[in-house]
Structure formats: structure tokens, C-alpha cells
T-cell receptor, first 115, second 111 residues
């Protein structure tokens, strides 16, 4: 079946630094990539949607200059958390769908801790 | 926008018993309803899904029912096993392909 590889699985960074999270679709073309944030014991909250080659569309309340999304190819999307602060500590998950819209494949998530 | 409500928030069942989780949605245009299982520290895994032109779907011990008129759908797990313990999320697909998730149900199966 479809697989999305997400890296790193966990990262610790210092306040003020930037962190990049990668998601790769291994056996299909990810036309659309969704990025979610999940706080402990809570549901997945959509941060942004990106289509290959286009600018990402951010959900209300999500700072586009802080959470940079790049979807330059059909197999790779990245989320960069810039100038990270402790309140950015969370579980970040990507999800990819192809142009057939048949379903969504989730990555394994990245646990970000900002100290 | 779409609002998905999920109940219960926690569910404890004895091994071998059945578990039922219910979700309601608000947008009648929603046409795809997946269920995900999420284990601690991992991404969600699709366990079953249903489209709006179908009323029921079954896959071994797991089944999903959809009532479009009432705008609710349910997950049924029969013969529960300890490895079924996890958080389960329902979701509904809204405009532009986005999924709106329910709040999640923590299922604990006790041996």
C-alpha cells in the first residue's frame, strides 16, 4: 500500500532555532500534502494544505511565516518551524493524497521539543 | 465549516466484547468518512472507511455504518483484543479534500 516516510521521528531544538520536517511519498505521487499538529491527548488540527508547485494554504490562526511549507515535487514536502519557541513543542504529522482522491496516507509523525 | 463530534471520549471493554464509537457531522456535502487508529507516538493508521453512497462496510472484526439522513456514522469492533487498545478517530472529508477529525476515543481492552 501507499507509504509516507516522515523524518525525523523526534527532534529537540533550542529556542530561536529552526527545524525542518520532511515527508516523502514512497510509491505514489502526492498531489496534495496536509500538515497537522497534535497536542497531547487532543485531536489532529490541520495547519495547512499544499499542492505540488503551489503556495500552501494555511488554516486560520496558523502563522505562515513561522511554519514554512514547501511542496516542490510530487514526492516531497517539508515543514520548517522557524524561530521555534517552547509553545511550538508538539507532534507534527503529514498526510498525503494523490490526484485520484482515493484516500489519505499519514506519516509516522515528528515529536518536536523546543527547550 | 464542518463539525465532527465523537463519543465516547473513553471506552473500556472486556476482551471479547464489542466496542462501538459514534460520530456525527454537520456538513451534508461531506462524502467520505474514514476511521483511524492511533497508537502512542505514532501517526494515524486507516482501519476502515466508507463513502456516502454506501450504508455499511465490514472488514473482518471491524464495521462502519453510515446514516446520511441523520448525519452520523459509527465504528463497530467485535471480539475485541488487547491489541485493539488505542485512540480511534473518526473524520469527515469537507471542501477541498480536507479532513475534519473528531476528538478521539481512547479504547482500553482489558484481558
Amino acid at each position: 500500500g501507499a507509504v509516507v516516510s516522515q523524518h525525523p521521528s523526534r527532534v529537540i531544538c533550542k529556542s530561536g532555532t529552526s527545524v525542518k520536517i520532511e515527508c516523502r511519498s514512497l510509491d505514489f505521487q502526492a498531489t496534495t500534502m496536509f500538515w497537522y499538529r497534535q497536542f497531547p491527548k487532543q485531536s489532529l488540527m490541520l495547519m495547512a494544505t499544499s499542492n505540488e508547485g503551489s503556495k500552501a494554504t494555511y488554516e486560520q490562526g496558523v502563522e505562515k511565516d513561522k511554519f514554512l511549507i514547501n511542496h516542490a515535487s510530487l514526492t516531497l514536502s517539508t515543514l520548517t518551524v522557524t524561530s521555534a519557541h517552547p509553545e511550538d513543542s508538539s507532534f507534527y504529522i503529514c498526510s498525503a493524497s494523490d490526484d485520484r482522491g482515493q484516500g489519505y496516507t499519514f506519516g509516522s509523525g515528528t515529536r518536536l521539543t523546543v527547550v | 465549516g464542518e463539525n465532527v463530534e465523537q463519543h465516547p471520549s473513553t471506552l473500556s471493554v472486556q476482551e471479547g466484547d464489542s466496542a462501538v464509537i459514534k460520530c456525527t457531522y454537520s456538513d451534508s456535502a461531506s462524502n467520505y468518512f474514514p476511521w483511524y487508529k492511533q497508537e502512542l507516538g505514532k501517526g494515524p493508521q486507516l482501519i476502515i472507511d466508507i463513502r456516502s453512497n454506501v450504508g455499511e462496510k465490514k472488514d473482518q472484526r471491524i464495521a462502519v455504518t453510515l446514516n446520511k439522513t441523520a448525519k452520523h456514522f459509527s465504528l463497530h469492533i467485535t471480539e475485541t483484543q488487547p491489541e485493539d487498545s488505542a485512540v480511534y478517530f473518526c473524520a469527515a472529508r469537507v471542501s477541498w479534500g480536507k479532513l475534519q477529525f473528531g476528538a478521539g476515543t481512547q479504547v482500553v481492552v482489558t484481558p
